[in-house]
């Protein structure tokens, strides 16, 4: 719906309170994790900082949950969950030369 005269009202956005906090990383933990296994990485929308440390708190849930190194990337709009590329023992990742 479009608003041309700007006369319907913002949304206002809540915090989480520190239940909805705890229940809500346990729920997107099971789906973040099932993604990870299934695809290799999960990509939701977080354009707040709020969003973005409650995906952070679900990414480092699921690595412990599945014994793997997992990271997100955000930038604003999006967090992107993904494993964290393994290192292996006596190799140097030089990057792209």
Same mark, same amino acid.
């Given at each position: 719906?479009?608003? @041309?005269?700007?006369?319907?009202?913002?949304? &206002?956005?809540?915090?989480?309170? !520190?239940? =909805?906090?705890? &229940? !809500? $990383?346990?729920?997107?933990?099971?789906?973040? !994790? =099932?993604?990870?296994?299934?695809?290799?990485? #999960?990509?939701?929308?977080?354009?707040?900082? =709020?969003?973005? $440390?409650? #995906?952070?708190? %679900?990414?480092?849930? %699921?690595?412990?949950?599945?014994? &793997?190194?997992?990271?997100? +990337?955000?930038?604003?709009? +999006?967090?992107?969950?993904? #494993? *964290?590329? $393994? =290192?292996? @023992?006596?190799?140097?990742?030089?990057? *792209?030369?």
């Amino acid at each position: 719906m479009t608003d @041309p005269l700007g006369t319907l009202p913002k949304p &206002r956005r809540t915090p989480l309170d !520190a239940d =909805e906090r705890a &229940r !809500a $990383e346990v729920s997107f933990s099971s789906l973040v !994790a =099932e993604h990870l296994v299934t695809s290799g990485q #999960f990509r939701v929308s977080a354009d707040t900082p =709020e969003m973005v $440390e409650l #995906f952070q708190a %679900v990414a480092r849930r %699921v690595g412990d949950t599945l014994g &793997r190194p997992v990271v997100s +990337y955000a930038n604003g709009r +999006y967090i992107v969950i993904t #494993f *964290a590329q $393994e =290192e292996t @023992p006596g190799v140097i990742d030089r990057g *792209a030369q």
